[in-house]
């Protein structure tokens, strides 16, 4: 079963960045894309953006592009999510997951229902 540890939140200034880990064991990593999602209380966990192997195509949400960077490491088995001019709405739970398929196949998936496991994730929290 594949296991997914997410690592790298923490508390910021709006305008400051933070770089986040995902490590994952269990599949073969070089197989799936990957993908970032957030969630705060309340609300349900969204997309964030993708990355596929081996063409390295990135997807994002519109309120992230130009901030956000999506990147992999395959020989690490990890990929990162590097945030840049964080605002206090980035504040959320990310949480990292993979998946057969494109880039565009693993944004349609429903967060609630067609993943087999979730990592603990890690606490992004931005303050104005």
């Known amino acids: 079963q594949v296991q997914l540890v997410e690592s790298g939140g923490g508390s910021v200034q709006a305008g400051g960045s933070l770089r986040l880990s995902c490590a994952v064991s269990?599949?073969?990593?070089?197989?799936?894309?990957v993908g970032w999602f957030r969630q705060v209380p309340g609300k349900e966990r969204e997309f964030v953006a993708a990355?596929?192997?081996?063409?390295?195509?990135?997807i994002y949400i519109d309120s992230v592009k130009g901030r956000f960077t999506i990147s992999r490491d395959n020989a690490k088995n990890t990929s990162y999510l590097q945030m840049n001019s964080l605002k206090p709405e980035d504040t959320a739970v990310y949480y990292c997951?993979?998946?057969?398929?494109?880039?565009?196949?693993?944004?349609?998936?429903?967060?609630?229902?067609?993943?087999?496991?979730w990592g603990q994730g890690t606490q992004v929290t931005v303050s104005s």
């Open positions: 990355i596929s192997w081996p063409d390295l195509i990135t």
């Open positions: 997951n993979t998946a057969p398929g494109s880039v565009r196949s693993i944004k349609r998936m429903k967060p609630s229902t067609d993943f087999a496991s």
């Open positions: 269990g599949r073969t990593f070089a197989s799936y894309s």
